[in-house]
């Protein structure tokens, strides 16, 4: 009996494909973006790529800072490398309380002394009081005060991070102090400038900081 196979009736040398399977022309390709971007690589390859309207690092809700300056860590810490960092709103508002506890006792006694002559003389001297305070400290003292000593903070230049002009400090402890001669006024002013950093952005700066254009720094 002869074996040989009719021609045109040979065997298959290798799996055959099924024509229905949708493997068999590769992969699934990503489908194509609708607006000419490529599609992301794998993950851990390479930063993501940028969009035309992305934001360079260190930017945030459009902010930006210069490149000496870094927003407040809420989970504390030092800033990165080569840059300073923003005092928080907490570490201000105890400075401020401890420097009002230093000038208690003169207060208190302008009070004794002036109130009962004249009300508004006594504001008047309340204010210069504060802003010799305030002005020789930061003057002296690079930028600190005893109650910005003790929370490790500084009044520095927003333009270059260094120590402000003595025409700025002065400008800043005017803004600060100088109101406060004016009879009830003043209060209600003064509160409203050490207020204002809570919602003042990106650099949380009081009114007094804006006249000045300083900032305040925290120290590690």
Same mark, same amino acid.
């Not at 799996?15 to 993950?43: F, H, I, S």
């Not at 003169?106 to 002394?113: E, Q, R």
């Not at 002559?117 to 930028?143: D, K, P, R």
């Given at each position: 009996?002869?074996?040989?196979?009719?021609?045109?009736?040979?065997?298959?040398?290798?799996?055959?494909?099924?024509?229905?399977?949708?493997?068999? *022309?590769?992969?699934?390709?990503?489908?194509?973006?609708? *607006?000419?971007?490529?599609?992301?690589?794998?993950?851990?390859?390479?930063?993501? +790529?940028?969009?035309?309207?992305?934001? +360079?690092?260190?930017?945030?809700?459009?902010?930006? *800072?210069?490149?000496?300056?870094?927003?407040?860590? %809420?989970?504390?810490?030092?800033?990165?490398?080569?840059? =300073?960092?923003?005092?928080?709103?907490?570490?201000?508002?105890?400075?401020?309380? $401890?420097?009002?506890?230093?000038?208690?006792? +003169?207060? $208190?006694?302008? *009070?004794? $002394?002036?109130?009962?002559?004249?009300?508004?003389?006594?504001?008047?001297?309340? %204010?210069?009081?504060?802003?010799?305070?305030? %002005?020789?400290?930061?003057?002296?003292?690079?930028?600190?005060?005893?109650?910005?000593?003790?929370?490790?903070? =500084?009044?520095?230049?927003?333009?270059?991070?260094? =120590? +402000?002009?003595?025409?700025?400090?002065? %400008?800043?402890?005017?803004?600060?102090?100088?109101?406060?001669?004016?009879?009830?006024?003043?209060?209600?002013?003064?509160?409203?400038?050490?207020?204002?950093?809570?919602?003042?952005?990106?650099?949380?700066?009081?009114?007094?900081?804006?006249?000045?254009?300083?900032?305040?720094?925290?120290?590690?």
């Amino acid at each position: 009996m002869s074996t040989n196979e009719p021609s045109g009736h040979e065997h298959p040398t290798g799996p055959q494909q099924n024509p229905y399977d949708k493997n068999v *022309y590769g992969p699934p390709q990503p489908p194509a973006d609708p *607006y000419g971007q490529a599609a992301a690589g794998p993950a851990g390859y390479g930063p993501p +790529p940028q969009g035309p309207y992305s934001q +360079p690092q260190g930017a945030a809700y459009g902010q930006q *800072y210069p490149q000496w300056l870094s927003p407040p860590n %809420a989970y504390g810490g030092p800033p990165a490398p080569g840059t =300073r960092q923003l005092a928080t709103s907490g570490d201000r508002f105890l400075a401020r309380l $401890i420097d009002t506890a230093v000038l208690l006792v +003169p207060v $208190i006694l302008l *009070y004794v $002394i002036v109130a009962p002559v004249s009300s508004l003389l006594n504001s008047v001297a309340t %204010a210069a009081v504060a802003l010799g305070y305030e %002005a020789a400290m930061l003057l002296t003292q690079g930028g600190q005060t005893i109650g910005k000593k003790a929370m490790k903070i =500084r009044v520095v230049s927003l333009a270059h991070g260094g =120590r +402000p002009a003595d025409a700025e400090f002065w %400008a800043r402890a005017g803004v600060y102090a100088g109101p406060q001669a004016v009879y009830c006024l003043g209060s209600v002013f003064s509160l409203l400038n050490v207020l204002w950093h809570l919602w003042d952005k990106p650099y949380q700066q009081c009114l007094h900081d804006k006249a000045a254009k300083t900032v305040v720094i925290k120290e590690f």
